[in-house]
């Protein structure tokens, strides 16, 4: 989300990708069990192997660390409130579980593989620290207000981000939303192995486009998903449509017609000593996937039609409760049976029936 500039040498780049790779590459192949411990065994791994790694270093500059927090809480804003339980998936150095855990009175769940990242201190009484499998949300069902994740859905296996999202899902309350940020695919890739490949290699297993993360999201279980809009001074939700058909467009250009990348800094060593701009050039996929609420079935429809053991639909017959001393015993006797529903009506008290759900 925020542009962070690179100042390593070129050689310690490519030490740094040629780390990442191999580490990546067991990910890549492990099978579902060996991931369940793998994604902290190589974090750490990787942590320690490279010193001057990004997520470290930015730890220990506190100007960099305070512009990257408010840039996230300027854009989750809207979603912010006085008694929120808030969940950050892929927390790092918790600053921003921090910022949010003094906005609210409610729980502020920081998670993540590694416990070198989260090893911090002094953080609000409210935070709670928790370091998974990279899967598991280990929270109660249906206790949060606002999930959110920044950078995070690329960095995980593709057979276990729908099961992440699931489980994001369910930890989800009813009426509350998930709130993703991933780079864009057609921009990337976006891990180190920006400056040496055309594809990510690293430890972005894979990047998305809005409409791969839309069809992750419905298959999650959301029913509504937008995409955000950061605009100077307010945040804009539109729908993931627009997005969607823009990026078939720029998908079907050709290679070169798209944007540029950045090349090999071994073999342009100005270009790496001097501001390289390694986060998204384009700007990342900002998601606003919405648990609904709670489907129920509409009260008085409930009392007003009955579905018989066949399924079929009765209700009261029209005129039947008023001018009654006009109508004799007999025509009012009829008129108190229940008749059936014309199939023109059928779907919409099925529909109330349901708790909105279509029959």
Not at 41 to 54: G, K, S, T
Not at 208 to 234: K, Q
Not at 263 to 276: E, H, I, K, M, Y
Request: hydrophobic share 35%; glycine share 6%.
């Amino acid at each position: 989300m925020s542009r962070v500039v690179e100042s390593r040498s070129p050689e310690r780049l490519r030490a740094h990708y040629e780390i990442e790779r191999e580490l990546a590459d067991r990910l890549r192949a492990g099978s579902f069990e060996e991931r369940s411990t793998l994604y902290t065994a190589v974090y750490e791994e990787l942590f320690e192997r490279v010193p001057d790694h990004p997520q470290l270093t930015w730890v220990e500059d506190e100007a960099t660390r305070t512009a990257m927090v408010d840039k996230q809480l300027s854009l989750l804003e809207p979603f912010l409130g006085p008694r929120i339980s808030f969940l950050e998936i892929g927390a790092g150095d918790c600053a921003l579980s921090a910022a949010i855990a003094k906005r609210t009175s409610g729980e502020v769940h920081a998670i993540d593989v590694s416990e070198t990242i989260m090893s911090v201190s002094d953080l609000p009484a409210n935070v709670i620290l928790h370091v998974t499998d990279g899967r598991e949300m280990p929270v109660p069902p249906g206790s949060i207000d606002v999930a959110y994740s920044n950078q995070l859905l690329e960095h995980l296996h593709p057979d276990d981000a729908l099961i992440q999202t699931r489980n994001v899902y369910a930890a989800v309350r009813p009426g509350g939303a998930y709130v993703c940020i991933t780079p864009n695919r057609l921009t990337g890739p976006h891990d180190i192995s920006a400056y040496f490949d055309d594809h990510p290699t690293g430890f972005h297993l894979r990047e998305y486009t809005t409409g791969d993360l839309r069809d992750l999201f419905r298959e999650a279980g959301f029913s509504r998903i937008r995409s955000i809009v950061p605009l100077p001074g307010r945040v804009v939700v539109i729908p993931a449509l627009p997005l969607i058909l823009m990026e078939r467009l720029l998908d079907a250009l050709p290679r070169g017609l798209g944007p540029d990348r950045p090349r090999d800094p071994a073999r342009s060593p100005a270009r790496a000593g001097r501001g390289v701009q390694i986060a998204p050039r384009r700007g990342p996929l900002l998601q606003y996937p919405v648990r609904m609420p709670k489907m129920k079935s509409h009260s008085g429809a409930k009392k007003r039609f009955k579905k018989s053991s066949t399924g079929k639909l009765r209700g009261r017959r029209a005129y039947s409760s008023h001018i009654l001393e006009k109508k004799s015993p007999k025509r009012k006797r009829q008129m108190s049976r229940p008749v059936p529903i014309s199939s023109a009506d059928a779907p919409r008290v099925n529909k109330l029936l349901a708790g909105g759900k279509k029959k």
